[in-house]
């Protein structure tokens, strides 16, 4: 009956697709979850960080059907390594959790030998090693680890992607999403990234005034808190070298087609470090402090990358 109600919803509602998230994560139909596995270490705040951006959650083996699966990948690329897992101490010292709440008590997973051990009382984060078993280790290592996310049912599925805050602008062509938690400008451009789009780059007058209106519908739903919500960083920057602005893909902001500059920029402003590009509400560039975190602009292209299905599942499976 469950297969059937979901032919039934994949004929009559082509957006809404069962299962659908990103392409670069793995579906198994055992655990009902996505899966990737991050290759390049990372400590565990910025792990962590990482799934979370990505829509998805830093695995934990909290069932053993996870587990299993947890090692299935592991043995496929990293049997030798110890990964990441979900389960930290960070708050208070020797209270184990899964990020998702899951004590550490309840899940099925046995310790590595003479762990867990708390040396120099400075392990506070969990690894899960190709054997199946865990220790404790510093939150400051970096290590490789995986990400996943629950099936939860159906999910819609735009030309922009899952994400429904990306919306496609008909005059550009392109997808936008204006963020309106702050970052500063390398989260900000991870947090793009994650989401398979970059920091946006303006290719045109005509793109400007999309931002410009995009940046005025979002205004009013900036968080709370002391930041700067005059400007949103997007993508351009100087490296470090004064006023030789380019955008992240390399062009000067003339060859990428838009360099208008508000009245007074670039300026600098002191105490000086401005070397990374926002936009204005009026849709004029400006030069910014690389680290204060504003709201930022992520663009990407329209189409199938920007989201994928899961296996499709018939009346007769
Ligand atoms: C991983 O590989 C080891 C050795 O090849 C094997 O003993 C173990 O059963 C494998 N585990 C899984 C979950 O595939
Ligand atoms: C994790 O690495 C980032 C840089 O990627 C750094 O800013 C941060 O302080 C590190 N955090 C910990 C807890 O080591
Ligand atoms: C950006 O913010 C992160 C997280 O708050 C911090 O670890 C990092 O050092 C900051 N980077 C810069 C350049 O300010
Ligand atoms: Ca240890
Ligand atoms: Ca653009
Ligand atoms: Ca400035």
């Not at 957006?15 to 990103?22: K, S």
């Not at 995986?146 to 819609?156: F, N, P, V």
């Not at 900000?188 to 940046?215: Q, R, W």
Request: with cysteine; proline share 7%; net charge negative.
């Amino acid at each position: 009956m469950k297969s059937c109600l979901k032919y039934f919803t994949l004929l009559f509602s082509l957006y809404f697709t069962e299962g659908a998230f990103r392409c670069d994560y793995t579906y198994s139909s055992k655990t009902q979850t996505w899966f990737k596995l991050v290759s390049l270490p990372a400590n565990f705040t910025d792990a962590r960080l990482r799934c979370t951006l990505e829509g998805a959650v830093l695995a934990s083996p909290t069932t053993p059907e996870i587990l299993a699966e947890m090692r299935t990948i592991m043995n496929r690329s990293y049997p030798e390594y110890e990964i990441f897992t979900g389960i930290h101490a960070i708050f208070s010292p020797g209270d184990f959790n899964a990020i998702e709440g899951t004590p550490l008590s309840k899940l099925p997973v046995p310790w590595a030998k003479n762990e867990p051990d708390n040396k120099d009382n400075n392990e506070r984060c969990i690894t899960l090693n190709g054997n199946g078993d865990l220790a404790d280790r510093r939150c400051e290592e970096t290590r490789p680890y995986i990400c996943y996310h629950a099936e939860s049912g159906q999910a819609e599925v735009s030309q922009c992607g899952i994400d429904p805050e990306y919306y496609l602008d008909k005059r550009t062509n392109k997808c936008y999403k204006f963020h309106t938690v702050p970052r500063n400008f390398s989260r900000a451009f991870m947090a793009c990234a994650a989401e398979g789009a970059h920091l946006a780059i303006v290719n045109s007058n005509l793109e400007a005034t999309v931002l410009k209106d995009l940046y005025g519908r979002s205004i009013g739903r900036m968080v709370q808190g002391d930041f700067q919500k005059d400007y949103a960083f997007i993508g351009f920057h100087d490296w470090g070298e004064l006023w030789d602005f380019r955008t992240i893909h390399g062009q000067t902001l003339k060859e990428a087609g838009y360099n208008k500059f508000g009245p007074n920029d670039p300026n600098n402003q002191p105490p000086g470090g401005e070397s990374c590009g926002s936009i204005d509400r009026n849709g004029v560039l400006n030069d910014f402090h690389c680290d204060r975190p504003v709201g930022f602009i992520c663009e990407k292209s329209p189409g199938p990358l920007s989201g994928c299905q899961a296996p499709v599942y018939g009346p007769d499976n």
